[in-house]
């Protein structure tokens, strides 16, 4: 942050990890700018933003000053999370099909994803975040105050073994959250959702780290990681001796080291004993194939053609294995009830 932004600005949050100012532009839109105390790699320095001044500061108490330009962001409209995450669900579940139907947001976190949800699908009648993080319910609550939208509510899951009372759901999304559920929750809340999913309905799911890709990305960035099994994972950790991971391996699960595949998910589907899950191709265009929806979502200015080659051995895997082997998951399952 530069010293001429702080001179236009008034801090409203400090911590450990920095100080967060806000610069009024006008019109109901300011910046957020923050310092950081130590450097934070990937993490966002300022953000313009319509949010309140009282949710911003939530938002830094809450996720600390390090992250509060990045969740503000998330919850912008035209962010990268926004674009990408109605990018890839509007390929296979169109506002048509939403028309008076109920949305369910497992998950929903500090709600950045209902503002986007709400704006992709003007024809839903009701859209539900659940969320077990007490701290994020509350940010997700003033965001959604904040848009004046009464079709949007948020619910405390309240135990993270069990489920509120669920509509049924017309699409059930899930948007990064099956790895950090632990084993034993996976096997208790996946067929919950599956069941709340409305006949001829659909389940989302994106952003889930493939469970057996070469490179543990999500919380250590270690290679290899994937392929050790857990004591061994966990001693690798602990003698990396990172300051920003956990120390035990269930905190570890919790972080998300540990992702899922597209088989797991389909599985625990079919155990619920409801309806058939099948899985949906994409409808754009120019995206007929699950690994055309991957690749056009990738930078393919630089090496081109080795993506393009990868493209196409992704297709043949998955037209072997049935599942596409990319490193993080995106999964649209459709309810399929036959008599």
């Given at each position: 942050?530069?010293?001429?932004?702080?001179?236009?600005?008034?801090?409203?949050?400090?911590?450990?990890?920095?100080?967060?100012?806000?610069?009024?532009?006008?019109?109901?839109?300011?910046?957020?700018?923050?310092?950081?105390?130590?450097?934070?790699?990937?993490?966002?320095?300022?953000?313009?933003?319509?949010a309140?001044n009282?949710?911003?500061?939530?938002?830094?108490?809450?996720?600390?000053?390090?992250?509060?330009?990045?969740?503000?962001s998330r919850?912008?409209?035209?962010?990268?999370?926004?674009?990408?995450l109605?990018?890839?669900?509007?390929?296979?579940v169109s506002?048509?099909?939403?028309?008076g139907?109920?949305?369910v947001?497992f998950?929903?976190?500090?709600?950045?994803?209902?503002?986007?949800?709400?704006?992709?699908?003007?024809?839903?009648?009701?859209?539900?975040?659940?969320?077990?993080?007490?701290?994020?319910?509350g940010?997700?609550?003033?965001?959604?105050e904040?848009?004046?939208?009464?079709?949007?509510?948020?619910?405390?899951?309240g135990?993270?073994?069990?489920?509120?009372?669920?509509?049924?759901?017309?699409l059930?999304?899930?948007?990064?959250?099956?790895?950090?559920?632990?084993?034993a929750?996976?096997?208790?809340?996946?067929p919950?959702?599956?069941?709340?999913?409305?006949?001829?309905?659909w389940?989302?799911?994106?952003?889930?780290p493939?469970?057996?890709?070469?490179?543990?990305?999500h919380?250590?960035?270690f290679?290899?990681?994937?392929?050790?099994?857990?004591?061994?994972?966990?001693?690798?950790?602990?003698?990396?001796?990172?300051r920003?991971?956990?120390?035990?391996w269930?905190?570890?699960?919790?972080a998300g080291?540990?992702?899922?595949?597209e088989?797991?998910?389909?599985?625990?589907?079919?155990s619920?004993?409801?309806?058939?899950?099948?899985?949906?191709?994409?409808?754009?265009?120019?995206?007929?194939?699950?690994?055309?929806?991957?690749?056009?979502?990738?930078?393919?200015?630089?090496?081109?053609?080795?993506?393009?080659?990868?493209?196409?051995?992704?297709n043949?895997g998955?037209?072997?294995?049935?599942?596409?082997?990319?490193?993080?998951?995106?999964?649209?399952?459709?309810?399929?009830?036959?008599?």
């Amino acid at each position: 942050m530069r010293d001429s932004d702080v001179d236009r600005s008034a801090m409203i949050h400090e911590d450990a990890t920095g100080q967060v100012f806000i610069e009024e532009i006008g019109d109901e839109v300011s910046q957020v700018h923050v310092r950081l105390t130590l450097p934070v790699p990937g993490v966002l320095l300022s953000a313009r933003t319509n949010a309140p001044n009282d949710l911003i500061a939530r938002i830094a108490r809450v996720k600390t000053s390090a992250w509060t330009a990045d969740e503000v962001s998330r919850g912008t409209i035209g962010s990268d999370f926004g674009s990408e995450l109605i990018r890839n669900i509007s390929a296979f579940v169109s506002d048509a099909d939403m028309a008076g139907g109920t949305l369910v947001d497992f998950g929903c976190g500090s709600g950045a994803s209902l503002v986007h949800l709400a704006r992709a699908y003007p024809s839903a009648a009701r859209i539900v975040g659940i969320e077990f993080n007490d701290d994020f319910l509350g940010i997700a609550r003033e965001r959604i105050e904040h848009l004046r939208d009464p079709r949007l509510e948020v619910v405390a899951q309240g135990d993270s073994m069990s489920l509120p009372g669920l509509p049924s759901a017309r699409l059930v999304c899930l948007s990064a959250v099956v790895e950090h559920m632990l084993p034993a929750e996976r096997s208790i809340l996946l067929p919950q959702l599956w069941d709340a999913v409305a006949e001829h309905g659909w389940f989302f799911l994106m952003d889930t780290p493939h469970r057996w890709f070469p490179k543990e990305a999500h919380t250590t960035g270690f290679w290899g990681l994937n392929f050790q099994d857990d004591e061994s994972a966990h001693r690798r950790v602990v003698r990396a001796d990172r300051r920003d991971l956990p120390a035990t391996w269930p905190e570890l699960l919790r972080a998300g080291i540990r992702g899922s595949t597209e088989r797991e998910i389909l599985q625990l589907f079919r155990s619920s004993g409801s309806c058939a899950p099948a899985v949906e191709s994409p409808r754009y265009p120019r995206a007929r194939r699950r690994v055309d929806l991957w690749f056009e979502g990738l930078s393919t200015a630089r090496l081109r053609w080795l993506k393009v080659c990868l493209r196409e051995a992704l297709n043949a895997g998955e037209l072997i294995s049935g599942s596409l082997a990319t490193q993080n998951i995106s999964l649209c399952v459709r309810k399929v009830c036959r008599q």
